[in-house]
């Protein structure tokens, strides 16, 4: 018998049809014997509809306050999935974030979990009931509601699986697994049968959104499975795991991002110790940026650019009306009319001839490389935001099927 965590995002609970429809397929796991504990994310697109009412009382409401509006929208999902349960005699029960025991930090909208006390969520299945819990939510030590950023309910998932010794945490989702590029924009993109957590985790932080990055660090950390696929089918989708000869492919998958924006501090002082206040005041707001360069220094100034993700620019903006009360610069210029591409690989370090060849398709595309920042496993290029999609296109050809290819022809 074994234990499963499976998370169901919003789309999978989108109405009270597909409610009933998560329901029939917890009872077919259920009645299979298996000990199931499933998180589920609000229905369809209400967290952005629950956001946008507070963004039209206040343009940045407080985000202790938003924690408590956005954590509603799990709570009826939950609460809809326990009762249709109920109606198929399957015996479950509804746990907020709380209740199940996620504790969280206090930083409101972003928390992050700290444990997990397992003890009542193991209560309920040694019942032999199914228990249901909201994705996206915790506690702090002092009883406070928190979320965990969009998309947190992946890791709800992930830490509760890591933290009961799952054997396997299913993400069920709207698409059949991870894909090579985003199959929207590039049609030939391929479902993924395995990939690294390495290379999970690369393509989360730059953008794929079928995967909430701390998700993918958790279960990189305690080494728990994760099956993306899909709620309509019953086909396989991508295996998440610890994978060997991760060197046959080089390149995985080309990921993209619009929502990034481009910061530019001008006129800072040249001087030592001012990357570091900068870059502190930053933390200080919780901030994570990307891409940081300096321009060559002039009488005594010089510029800094760096990237942040979009839901990040009211944050930054204060924080450097801050910074401007202890550090003289000469201005800020943010700019939204840019975008992120990125190829993403295990096999991207060690070949000098996959960044020219990433260079080289979009000079031929005609697209101007305006920042570029490289890992271990990835190179990305800051771009013009309008020609992303030919760009994640013309990458995934000369990278993907275009290489496929080569390769079937070789064999
Ligand atoms: N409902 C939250 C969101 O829309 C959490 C999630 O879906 O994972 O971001
Ligand atoms: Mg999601």
Request: net charge negative; proline share 3%.
């Amino acid at each position: 018998m074994s234990l499963v965590v499976q998370k169901y995002g919003g789309s999978s609970v989108a109405d009270l049809e597909r409610i009933r429809h998560v329901a029939s397929r917890v009872r077919r796991y259920f009645l299979e014997g298996h000990r199931l504990v499933v998180v589920v994310s609000a229905m369809g697109k209400t967290t952005d509809a629950l956001l946008a009412m507070a963004q039209e009382l206040h343009p940045f409401p407080p985000e202790r306050e938003v924690d408590v509006l956005l954590a509603t929208g799990e709570q009826v999902s939950i609460a809809l999935l326990s009762i249709a349960l109920f109606a198929q005699g399957v015996p479950s029960i509804a746990l907020t974030g709380g209740q199940a025991g996620i504790i969280t930090t206090d930083v409101h909208t972003k928390a992050r979990i700290l444990r997990v006390e397992v003890e009542r969520i193991f209560r309920h299945l040694n019942e032999g009931k199914v228990v249901i819990v909201a994705g996206f939510q915790g506690v702090t030590e002092s009883g406070d509601i928190t979320t965990l950023g969009r998309g947190g309910s992946d890791t709800t998932a992930c830490a509760l699986a890591a933290a009961l010794r799952a054997d396997v945490c299913e993400i069920y989702t709207d698409v059949a697994g991870v894909f090579t590029a985003d199959p929207r924009i590039v049609p030939e993109a391929r479902k993924i049968p395995r990939i690294s957590y390495d290379e999970m985790s690369e393509m989360a932080s730059l953008g794929a959104k079928v995967l909430q990055l701390r998700a993918v660090d958790f279960s990189r950390l305690y080494r728990v499975r994760v099956h993306v696929r899909s709620t309509f089918f019953e086909e396989e989708g991508t295996w998440v795991e610890e994978v060997e000869n991760m060197e046959e492919v080089k390149v995985r998958a080309i990921t993209h991002s619009l929502e990034v924006v481009k910061v530019v501090l001008l006129g800072v002082p040249d001087e030592p110790g001012v990357a570091a206040l900068i870059l502190r005041t930053l933390a200080d707001f919780s901030v994570s940026l990307d891409m940081i360069i300096q321009s060559e220094g002039r009488e005594g100034k010089k510029d800094i650019a760096f990237v942040i993700p979009r839901e990040d620019e009211g944050k930054v903006r204060r924080a450097l009306e801050d910074l401007q009360k202890i550090l003289s610069f000469e201005g800020v210029k943010f700019d939204e009319d840019v975008g992120k591409v990125s190829v993403v690989g295990a096999g991207v370090a060690n070949d000098p001839r996959i960044a020219f060849r990433m260079f080289d398709t979009l000079a031929r595309c005609g697209v101007n490389i305006d920042m570029i920042s490289t890992s271990n496993l990835r190179i990305s290029c800051l771009i013009p935001k309008g020609r992303v999609e030919e760009s994640v296109r013309a990458l995934h050809k000369t990278f993907i099927s275009d290489s496929e290819v080569i390769l079937r022809e070789g064999s």
